[in-house]
Structure formats: structure tokens, C-alpha cells
């Protein structure tokens, strides 16, 4: 099939970064990693994120500039590409190392001999985490009542394997996770943020690895567990894909044909999961990346949608995944794709409505 590239909508998570508080508590060497961390402080983005960063942008740039599928220019136009992040240090670091690697300036636009040379300032947008949908997990009064929910089935169902753990992990961390399952999550944090500051997880977690790491999945499914929390999650995003690739299949105008949203694992999942995606959904790695792309057919011209999932950047290759109604080609029909996703799709004025949230935005 020959097609054109037409729009993409993308999402990555964050480089590595500084254990945040509450997976400190989870660790025994809390002043170690807090003196490796000092002038990142907790859950900032570390020199390895900062590389995986710029490895971010590099796929970025081989994937969509000239080189790839064309929807950027080599410099850099403000009418070609959108990018938002969450109001995050990490994430809003994330995407500002990333543009470097997307925009190393061209002559027209360096703009001294010094730095000038090797860096374009890009801009972005953000908003208040209280307004972002974004972070639906923390400011959706709804999502947290059906993640209440959610964790009361799951403890009763799935981590009900798991309770002959619980006590050895109380010794070894000082938290109950019959409490809270969520704490599974936290602690396999920890341990990727300590590998990423150059340590080893600890001894006796060793021996356990691949059933924490299995709890710690089970965990982060609880975000996505019933339709409600997905459309919450997930559905704004799919909104502005279904919105902007309808307008260009309308032959409206549409400038920005690049859609780039820096956030967290909570952000892949949720969006994978709207627009029923095929795949293991394990928690996304620092530095994955995940595209919703929208491409014409230069023979037939029908348009079609291809999930696209980086691993994580530098480390890996892109892998064109299958939608669930469209499983013999990676390329879905776009109007399958709309009617199969449909129930999903949420403005980002309902999501305010259903949140409780009151804005200005």
C-alpha cells in the first residue's frame, strides 16, 4: 500500500528521573539516593533522562522530518508542530531536550556563534495540573471515586495472589500494601529510578522480581480497569485525533499536522487503551512513545489509522501495532477505526463537567 502521512497524534513518557517522595519512603537507602538526586530533587529529570531525552527527539525527527514522513520541516515553523506537557519539571525538561534534537538550528536561524549554533528555542504550552486533563488520576473527582472502587475489587481478585507477600514487604518498607495495592507500582519505581541512578535494586528483592514486577502491573491496570476510567483518561486525546483527522479528511485546513504531548505512563496507557489497542499493556518504560498516525491511500484515497509504539527511545524500534476489529493490517480503516472507538471519545469541555473542575481554559 502506498500512502501519505497526514497527521499524528504522540505521547511519550518522561526520560528517567529522581524517585518521587512517597517511593523514597518504600527504599532503605532514602539518604544515599537523596545525595545522588540533591540537585535534581525528587522525581526530577536525571543527566541519563536528559540522554533519553534528546533520544526522543532524535526518533522524532528521523520519524516525521524530511528524512521520514514529512510532516515537519529540518527548521523549525510554528505552524507544523503542537506541543503541550504536563506542568512538570521532568516533562516540560523532557520536551525541551527532545526539541534540540529535533531542531538542531539550521543557518537561517542560528542566532549566535556560541550556543546559537547548536540550539533553537521551541515553545510549548502547558496548563494549571488542577485544569489538565492530563492528569486525570489527580484532579478527576470522579476517576478518584472509581479508582477507590477499582482498588476494593482488585485487592479482592487479583491481589489476593499476592497477600503471602505482605508481610515480609511491610518489614522490608514500612507500608501495608493490602492498604493500598498502588504501592506495588511505587516500589517498581524505585527500583527503575535507582537503576537509572547507577544502583542495584535490593538483595531481597531479587528473589521476588518477577512477582512484584507482575503486582506492579496488575497495579497500574487498575487505572484502566472499567470503561468509565478509560474515556476519562484517555478520551480527549482521541477526541482531537478523531477531530483533526476528520478536518483534514474534510480537506479543512489544518496547519499543525504534528501533535507532541511530554507526560507520564498514565497518559500511553489510557490512550492505547481508547483507541483498542492490541499489545501486552505493561507499564510504559521512561522514554516510550506512542502515535496515533492518520495516512491516505494515493491510490483509493481512504485514509486509515496505524498505532505506532516505541518501547523506549534510544533503545529499541518503533513497532506498528493492530487495533482490536482490525487485526490483518496495522492499517485500520479510519471510519472502522471512529465507529469501533466512538464510546471513548470525550470533548474537553465534558471532561471539565464530569471532573467537577471549574476553568477558565
Known amino acids: 500500500m502506498t500512502v501519505v502521512h497526514s497527521f499524528n497524534l504522540q505521547i511519550h513518557r518522561h526520560g528517567e528521573r529522581a524517585p518521587d517522595e512517597e517511593e523514597l519512603s518504600l527504599s532503605d537507602e532514602q539518604e544515599l539516593i537523596k545525595n545522588l538526586t540533591y540537585i535534581e530533587g525528587p522525581e526530577g529529570l536525571t543527566n541519563v533522562g536528559k540522554r533519553r531525552a534528546y533520544q526522543i527527539g532524535k526518533y522524532i525527527r528521523q520519524r516525521y522530518g524530511s ?3 514529512n510532516l515537519i520541516s529540518d527548521i523549525y515553523y510554528q505552524n507544523e ?10 516533562t516540560k525538561m523532557t520536551i525541551q531536550v527532545a526539541m534540540a534534537a529535533v531542531y538542531p538550528p539550521k543557518a537561517e ?5 556560541g550556543v546559537g549554533k547548536v540550539w533553537q528555542p521551541v515553545p510549548y504550552s502547558s496548563v494549571p495540573l488542577s485544569e489538565d486533563y492530563l492528569r486525570y488520576y489527580s484532579n478527576c ?25 505482605v508481610p515480609f514487604l511491610v518489614l522490608k518498607t514500612g507500608k501495608n500494601f493490602t492498604d493500598n495495592p498502588l504501592y506495588y507500582q511505587m516500589l517498581f519505581d524505585l527500583f527503575r529510578s535507582s537503576i537509572g541512578l547507577g544502583l542495584d535494586i535490593p538483595e531481597w528483592s531479587k528473589p521476588l522480581l518477577a512477582r ?3 503486582a506492579a502491573r496488575l497495579a497500574y491496570r487498575m487505572y484502566f480497569r472499567d470503561d468509565e476510567m478509560k474515556k476519562i483518561g484517555g478520551g480527549v ?7 483533526m483527522s476528520k478536518d483534514i479528511i474534510s480537506n479543512k485546513p489544518v496547519p499543525q499536522r504534528l501533535h507532541i504531548f511530554s507526560a507520564h ?3 500511553i496507557g489510557a490512550l492505547m487503551e481508547v483507541a483498542q489497542v492490541k499489545c501486552d499493556h505493561s507499564i510504559p518504560e521512561y522514554g516510550a512513545v506512542f502515535s496515533l498516525e492518520l495516512y491516505r491511500s494515493r491510490s483509493t484515497g481512504s485514509y486509515s489509522v496505524v498505532p505506532v509504539y516505541l518501547p523506549q527511545a534510544g533503545e529499541s524500534s518503533a513497532q506498528m501495532l493492530r487495533i482490536i476489529g482490525c487485526e490483518s493490517s496495522p492499517y485500520c480503516d479510519f471510519h472502522k477505526f471512529h465507529q469501533n472507538s466512538k464510546d471513548f471519545i470525550l470533548p474537553e469541555r465534558d471532561y471539565y463537567q464530569t471532573c467537577n473542575i471549574k476553568t477558565e481554559l
Do not use: C, P, V
Open 67 to 69: 528524512q521520514g514522513n
Open 81 to 90: 508542530i503542537s506541543l503541550r506537557s504536563t506542568d512538570k519539571e521532568r
Open 109 to 113: 536561524q542560528q542566532w549566535d556563534d
Open 141 to 165: 473527582h470522579r476517576f478518584k471515586e472509581l479508582m477507590t472502587q477499582a482498588q476494593e475489587q482488585a485487592l479482592r481478585e487479583e491481589f489476593a495472589a499476592y497477600e503471602d507477600l
Open 212 to 214: 512484584l514486577s507482575e
Open 237 to 243: 486525546l482521541l477526541h482531537k485525533f478523531i477531530s
Open 265 to 267: 505512563d498514565f497518559n
